[in-house]
Structure formats: C-alpha cells, structure tokens
C-alpha cells in the first residue's frame, strides 16, 4: 500500500525530497566534531592518565588522530567530561581488572592526603 510520501519520494525534483536529502547531508561544526571525539575518547584518556601517561603525550597522540587540541582546550574539555561523569554519577571501569578509575584530579587528592597522614605521624 503506498503512501502520501511514498508516491512523492519517486518523484524526481520533489523538492520536499531534495530538503530532506539537503538536511541529511549536513554535518556538525568542526568544534561539535571534537567535543564527540573527545566523548567517545574520554575512557580511554582517564585510563592513560591513571598510567601516569602525560597529558602532552595524550594531546600529541590525539592530533596524530586528528583530534588538534592545545593544552588549554585539553584540559577544558577533560575538566567538563569530568563534571559531566560526576553529575551522572558514572565512574570508569578498568577494562583488566573491573576496579574503579579515580581521575587524575582524585589521584592527586589521594596523595596530598596520603603526604598529611605521613606528616602528622
């Protein structure tokens, strides 16, 4: 049984056809592009950094990706990746062992508390 739109799609020069393929073309801006990179990189990137991987290394790998961040940009969209996760509640698995991921920022925390304890003993 065909339809209304059926019919009008066989149509060659339907323009309502031709909108439709126009707005299926379109592509997100270069910058929306990264920010959905960066997402779907986003475990990956926490899990080198619990390696104690550099950030400068993690950016150099990244523009070989053709992911071109400064150092400014990376930090930015990490620290928003992170609040995002944290507003969820989502923590990161290790991918080996199944133990939680603490972010780089929790790591830190954990070894200022660690030098404390050291200094008030």
Do not use: W
């Amino acid at each position: 049984m065909d339809s209304k739109y059926d019919s009008e799609a066989t149509i060659p020069g339907n323009p309502e056809q031709q909108l439709i393929e126009q707005l299926d073309a379109l592509q997100p801006s270069k910058q929306q592009q990264k920010a959905v990179l960066f997402q779907k990189l986003y475990p990956a990137i926490e899990r080198a950094l619990a390696r104690e991987v550099p950030q400068k290394t993690i950016v150099a790998q990244l523009k070989q990706m053709e992911l071109h961040l400064s150092m400014g940009g990376f930090r930015s969209m990490l620290e928003a990746e992170r609040k995002l996760h944290a507003e969820k509640g989502e923590c990161l698995y290790c991918a080996h062992c199944g133990s939680p991921i603490p972010t780089s920022k929790e790591l830190a925390t954990q070894q200022v508390s660690a030098v404390d304890d050291r200094i008030e003993e």
